[in-house]
């Protein structure tokens, strides 16, 4: 298949396989290219890790957490504490974090919160919610939860909600970043760098679908799309 068609079904793909490129890179990956999950070595292998990881282990389990990554995701619990400490000045954020258990995942994730509440907009780590919806429905089709053309439709509402939160490809990525670093909450030198050369090698190389795909034009095939609960 052409993916770099512009048009049609191809162009949703793009989007799809953009939105969770950085997941791609993350399990060594190459973005898009899904000829090594087509043996049913690899299927079984990788449906064997939907169902340590996620609990899927049928269409109804797939659904179950496209409904959640939809609905609530790990952005629920971040915009939660963000608007707590939003209320707060300053040296009460800080008095406040520093009155939590230090060896606690709260504290870690309060931490992360405040190094990135004012550098995000208002969709907070949306992205990461979005990276894994059409990371899931793509390999949800790939493993025969779902069809291609179930994945494609499920993912539309998603690429518009992309477009409707964040200003560009620059902005997702710190958002995804950010959410990754929320959902770990172990966050280490070593990793946080691993995790931003992986954003940052889609950002600077010109040949990646980040800068083959303009962030602003509205997609034909989003319009008219129901309105995500992500945006």
Known sequence: MNRDSQSGSNLTELWSISLCAVL???????????????????IEMHKQSFKRDWGIESAEDLMRNLEWLAEEGHRESFNQIRSFLSALSEAEQTKYIESIPKTTEGYRKHQIVKAYMNRL???????????????????????GY??????LELVKPIIAAAQQSYSGWREYGT??????????????????QKMTGYVRSLLLNADSLWNRLEWDVPLEETAGQPASPLA
Do not use: C, H
Not at 24 to 41: F, H, V
Not at 146 to 151: D, G, K, L, V
Not at 175 to 192: E, I, K, N, V
């Open 24 to 42: 791609y890179k993350m399990n060594g990956l190459d973005p898009g290219d899904d000829d090594e999950w087509e043996s049913a070595k690899n």
């Open 121 to 143: 907009p208002a969709a907070g780590i949306a992205a990461w919610d979005l990276g894994r919806y059409a990371y899931l429905s793509r390999k949800g089709a790939v493993m």
């Open 146 to 151: 779902i069809s291609q053309e179930q994945s």
């Open 175 to 192: 958002a995804y970043l950010a959410g990754r670093q929320f959902w770990w909450a172990q966050p280490t030198a070593a990793s946080a």
